[in-house]
């Protein structure tokens, strides 16, 4: 059972804060004007669970995969031209890997929805 994110967690601060933004900076690329992006943090099970949900055109199943490696640009393209340097997902996958974590897209009807999953040194 997740429980709410505690205060203070054992993690490394940087990288969890490089992930969240550009995990942040992706929806807010594809998210239409007015859309809503929420962002979840929970506890639980020894892991931290950070999610990026948005109400853009999601990610294309034959790219759920491929989409964590550098310049790769996604089937599903944004509304408006993006200025971003295509390394944002791939660098959101090596911080997860390098707390020990990993990244992922889940499949959703409307919008991405992307989840980083990292032990809580705290709770091991």
Request: charged share 30%; proline share 8%.
């Given at each position: 059972a997740a429980t709410p994110l505690p205060a203070k967690i054992q993690s490394d601060p940087g990288r969890l804060r490089q992930a969240v933004s550009n995990l942040l900076s992706n929806a807010i690329d594809f998210s239409p004007v007015g859309g809503e992006i929420r962002l979840l943090a929970t506890a639980g099970d020894g892991n931290l669970r950070l999610e990026?949900?948005?109400?853009?055109?999601?990610?294309?199943?034959?790219?759920?995969?491929?989409?964590f490696e550098p310049f790769v640009q996604g089937l599903r393209k944004a509304a408006v031209p993006r200025q971003g340097s295509g390394v944002g997902l791939s660098i959101v996958r090596e911080l997860a890997l390098a707390m020990g974590g990993r990244?992922?897209?889940?499949?959703?009807?409307?919008?991405a929805h992307f989840y980083v999953e990292i032990p809580d040194d705290k709770q091991q």
């Open positions: 990026c949900i948005d109400q853009g055109p999601g990610v294309a199943e034959e790219d759920m995969e491929r989409i990244v992922c897209v889940l499949p959703s009807e409307i919008g």
